[in-house]
């Protein structure tokens, strides 16, 4: 072997991780496929052997060493093209190996191009690819700029390994508190959970596998330097951190944070939390866009309807109506009367504890109700005239100056 080609080799070896057994054979199936091309009249019976000591290449036809000056050019060439293409196999197994180990872990990379539906992050060895999909809405992407990135999937393809990444996937934010935390990379404090919408706000529940740890107190950091790294990396990204506890009631009033409990109803064969908060700890509850409860449920598992004191007191005045019924109704997730005027007959009747015909009567009363309001709004309008249209509307004739006159008014007469 020249020299040149061996130090090729080794440098192939030392900078593109291909092993040098996998070379040796990407040369051994090379030069086969030049003699079986070069020399198809002495069929197909050739083998190579190369010695690992002084890299020299011993070509066989028979098991016996065979020579040919005619072996010159093209078979050379036809040699460098497999010996090319097969360290090109062998170093995107390499790194197809590489990057699959990494899979649900987070890579730094630098911004290479940034395109209309993607980024493209250059990693040295190879590219990856952050789609538009995958992408925070409040990260901001220039080229040259060095990012972190969650490793979604690794794909193999005929231009080598696809690999996607994503800054919006929740386990994103659960990698960056492992990295970030030292209890959570020793395995004191476990992350159970993560409900994220990217961009926006996260909440991550928490336990402590030791009970004299504060699994809170550990995320959030001295003076919250932790989390504020965290939030930093999100480009401002809210995060609530939640303790997590088996008793689902206790969980979900934590996953409910800030908003403060009155009442929990719980259906747990469907997974359904009806919460009773105060009138003025409903926004709060709900939060933005309705923000703060979907979170919640994401992050439980459960379905969570929120309803204030005052929403709870609508349904109650339903007319006639069974207090059994109107259980049945909150229980089927009707919590007021807008969701009762919303409903078919047919769908009432689905709701367990209700028939056709209670669903026609619960029905019929919150019409009737409906109606009322109507009505009292309506009185409540005619009440706010102003004060000047009324005492025009009942001005005695007498007292109305005349229009139909053109003769000036008579002024009083001077003493």
């Given amino acids: 072997m020249s020299q040149e080609l061996l130090s090729s080799l080794e440098y192939i070896e030392k900078e593109k991780g ?51 000056p005619h072996f010159g050019r093209i078979a050379a060439q036809t040699a460098k093209q497999v010996i090319i293409q097969k360290i090109r196999e062998a170093q995107r197994d390499s790194i197809f190996d590489e990057f699959t180990g990494k899979q649900g872990d987070i890579v730094n990379g630098t911004v290479h191009r940034v395109e209309q539906r993607a980024i493209i992050v250059d990693f040295g060895k190879t590219e990856g690819i952050l789609p538009a999909r995958e992408m925070s809405p409040v990260d901001q992407y220039r080229q040259g700029n060095v990012i972190r990135a969650y490793v979604v999937e690794v794909n193999r393809t005929a231009r080598g390994p696809e690999i996607i990444l994503s800054r919006s996937h929740p386990e994103f934010v659960k990698k960056l508190f492992e990295l970030e935390v030292p209890e959570i990379a020793d395995k004191l404090v476990l992350i159970k959970g993560v409900a994220r919408e990217a961009g926006s706000r996260s909440k991550v529940a928490v336990v402590s596998s030791d009970p004299k740890i504060d699994c809170v107190g550990s995320c959030v950091g001295v003076r919250g330097q932790r989390v504020k790294n965290i939030v930093r990396e999100l480009e401002g990204e809210k995060i609530d951190i939640v303790p997590y506890s088996e008793n689902i009631e206790e969980f979900i009033k934590s996953a409910m944070s800030p908003a403060e409990i009155l009442t929990m109803k719980m259906d747990p064969a469907r997974k359904i939390a009806d919460l009773l ?13 309705g923000q703060n409860v979907r979170l919640a449920s994401k992050l439980v598992g459960w379905t969570i309807d929120v309803r204030s004191e005052g929403q709870r007191a609508a349904l109650d005045q339903l ?8 259980d049945a109704l909150k229980a089927g997730g009707i919590l007021s009367i807008k969701d009762v005027l919303k409903s078919s007959p047919e769908e009432l009747a689905h709701i367990p504890g209700l028939t056709a015909e209670t669903a026609k009567q619960i029905l019929q009363a919150a019409e009737g109700l409906k109606a009322e309001k109507a009505q009292a709004e309506a009185e409540k309008s005619a009440e706010e005239i102003p004060a000047e249209e009324k005492a025009e509307a009942v001005k005695p004739e007498a007292e109305k100056p005349s229009h139909s006159s053109s003769e000036p008014l008579a002024q009083p007469e001077k003493d």
């Fill in 319 to 326: 007319k006639g109506v069974d207090p059994a019924l109107i």
């Fill in 277 to 289: 908060v105060k009138d003025d700890q409903l926004s709060l509850a709900i939060g933005k866009r």
């Fill in 18 to 68: 291909v092993s040098r057994e996998v070379l040796f054979d990407a040369i051994r199936h090379a030069l086969i496929s030049a003699c079986r091309k070069s020399f198809p009249e002495y069929g197909e019976d050739f083998d190579v052997q190369i010695d690992p000591a002084t890299f020299r290449i011993q070509l066989l036809r028979d098991g016996k060493p065979f020579q040919d």
